[in-house]
């Protein structure tokens, strides 16, 4: 009896840690831009978590440049981008960017994990409008068992940006919050889920 009770807890766990696949009616896709982005070969991710309060603007499709994009913004101004890319100069400067060797890019990794606490705090930034937010501050790495890891990198416009290492090919997948903290990144990029096109 125990084998059996083991064996169904097992398989609960298993289908709890993988990404499910979504549907393109959770995103009011029109058969018409369904179509599009299967010409462009492109596999359909998005984040099946997002902030209390942020919204999701339609997707905007780019068969030129053989790219989509999906907006979530909240009230107060914070927002977050994810991008899913196939175009080949995206796939040139992944390419060009990760001539390090195996061991120096874990050691930069794991380097960056502990040098940058997370921030507990996920519904406020605690800041008053005349403070800045710290950019070293959502410097961070986030993995995702979907479409690999990123490194988040900061600019001077308080936003953050990262993509992604592996993706699904020929894409790869770019994750950029503005006015969020590390956990919110970090917790967005690692929902990453397929969404199956019909």
């Avoid at 994810?82 to 060797?101: I, L, M, W, Y």
């Avoid at 993995?143 to 290492?165: E, M, V």
């Avoid at 790869?172 to 006015?179: A, D, F, V």
Wanted: net charge positive.
């Amino acid at each position: 009896m125990s084998r059996s009770l083991f064996c169904i807890v097992m398989l609960f766990c298993i289908a709890l840690a993988a990404p499910s696949a979504a549907s393109q009616d959770q995103l009011h896709l029109t058969s018409a831009q369904a179509q599009q982005l299967k010409a462009m070969s492109l596999t359909l991710v998005v984040p099946s978590w997002v902030p209390a309060g942020f919204v999701r603007r339609p997707i905007q499709i780019d068969s030129k440049n053989k790219r989509y994009s999906i907006a979530y913004v909240a009230a107060d101004g914070s927002s977050l981008f994810f991008e899913g890319n196939a175009s080949p100069q995206t796939s040139q400067v992944a390419h060009a960017s990760h001539h390090r060797s195996f061991f120096e890019r874990v050691s930069s990794s794991v380097g960056k994990l502990f040098n940058h606490p997370a921030n507990t705090n996920t519904t406020s930034t605690n800041l008053s409008g005349e403070e800045e937010a710290d950019p070293s501050q959502l410097d961070v790495v986030a993995d995702s068992r979907l479409i690999g890891p990123a490194h988040f990198k900061p600019n001077s416009q308080g936003c953050s940006a990262g993509q992604s290492q592996n993706g699904i090919a020929p894409a790869k997948y770019t994750l950029t919050g503005c006015k969020v903290n590390a956990d919110q990144l970090i917790h967005v990029y690692r929902s990453a889920t397929k969404i199956a096109l019909h």
